[in-house]
């Protein structure tokens, strides 16, 4: 496997559900981004972990948390989700500085 | 804080002709400039980036980019579209120093017609 990858890449949940999306990066980066991708709005920059560390949530609810057990991985678990958390979630890591970021192929998250 | 703006929503440019889109940033200091590229259902493709040095950036898939200080502006040219080049493509920014978060632009889809 090269680069980062993300499973899995179509997800169906219920409000009800909880679901962990994965992330592994095999670019020996020291820093994991979560993003969220919604039809018709600009990238939100969810989490970002720096060294396993996490630096940064803006303001996400609650019911995303994130776990970065190494700095090869990132999880996204989710539970009780809403209709409008439905999007494609993407993840990307850096070597840091200076930072240019790689992207998963996302996952296409549905919440019925 | 960066911030980034791309003019244009929806670009349509005929096979073979030349594409520009353009891309305006707002930061105090030299940033560091990307522009990526996102097929329908895919994840973004970094196609060229700039930290310092010559302005004039060569990408892949024969993209390039030229960093214009006085104006802001990152704007990224290919000179002939191939039909493989209809996308969403996102220009974004980042602090230079210890600051490693990129902010993106609301992205410029581009339609290539035959």
Same mark, same amino acid.
């Given at each position: 496997?090269?680069?980062?990858?993300?499973?899995?890449?179509?997800?169906?949940?219920?409000?009800?559900?909880?679901?962990?999306?994965?992330?592994?990066?095999?670019?020996?980066?020291?820093?994991?981004?979560?993003?969220?991708?919604?039809?018709?709005?600009?990238?939100?920059?969810?989490?970002?972990?720096?060294?396993?560390?996490?630096?940064?949530?803006?303001?996400?609810?609650?019911?995303?948390?994130?776990?970065?057990?190494?700095?090869?991985?990132?999880?996204?678990?989710?539970?009780?989700?809403?209709?409008?958390?439905?999007?494609?979630?993407?993840?990307?890591?850096?070597?840091?500085?200076?930072?240019?970021?790689?992207?998963?192929?996302?996952?296409?998250?549905?919440?019925? | 804080?960066?911030?980034? &703006?791309?003019?244009?929503?929806?670009?349509?440019? =005929?096979? $073979?002709?030349? @594409?520009? *889109?353009?891309?305006? +940033?707002?930061? %105090?200091? &030299?940033?560091?400039?990307?522009?990526?590229?996102? =097929?329908? $259902?895919?994840? @973004?493709? *970094?196609?060229?980036? +700039?930290?310092? %040095?010559? &302005?004039?950036?060569?990408?892949?898939?024969?993209?390039?980019?030229?960093?214009?200080?006085?104006?802001?502006?990152?704007?990224?040219?290919?000179?002939?579209?191939?039909?493989?080049?209809?996308?969403?493509?996102?220009?974004?920014?980042?602090?230079?120093?210890?600051?490693?978060?990129?902010?993106?632009?609301?992205?410029?889809?581009?339609?290539?017609?035959?």
């Amino acid at each position: 496997e090269t680069g980062v990858t993300q499973t899995p890449r179509h997800l169906v949940m219920g409000m009800t559900n909880k679901k962990s999306l994965k992330c592994e990066q095999h670019l020996g980066h020291n820093a994991m981004y979560w993003y969220k991708q919604s039809a018709k709005k600009p990238l939100e920059l969810m989490f970002v972990y720096n060294f396993k560390e996490q630096t940064e949530n803006n303001s996400v609810p609650s019911r995303f948390s994130p776990e970065c057990p190494n700095s090869s991985h990132l999880f996204l678990h989710l539970h009780t989700l809403q209709p409008e958390d439905s999007a494609l979630y993407l993840c990307a890591s850096s070597q840091v500085p200076p930072g240019e970021q790689y992207f998963g192929p996302g996952t296409r998250l549905t919440v019925t | 804080a960066q911030s980034v &703006t791309q003019p244009d929503i929806h670009i349509t440019v =005929s096979e $073979g002709a030349s @594409l520009e *889109l353009r891309c305006n +940033y707002s930061y %105090g200091a &030299t940033p560091y400039l990307f522009w990526y590229v996102q =097929s329908p $259902g895919q994840g @973004l493709q *970094l196609l060229l980036k +700039y930290f310092s %040095g010559d &302005t004039l950036v060569q990408g892949i898939k024969g993209f390039e980019a030229e960093f214009k200080r006085s104006q802001s502006s990152f704007n990224l040219r290919k000179p002939s579209v191939h039909w493989s080049d209809a996308a969403e493509y996102f220009c974004a920014v980042g602090a230079t120093g210890s600051d490693y978060k990129l902010s993106f632009g609301a992205g410029t889809t581009v339609t290539v017609r035959a």
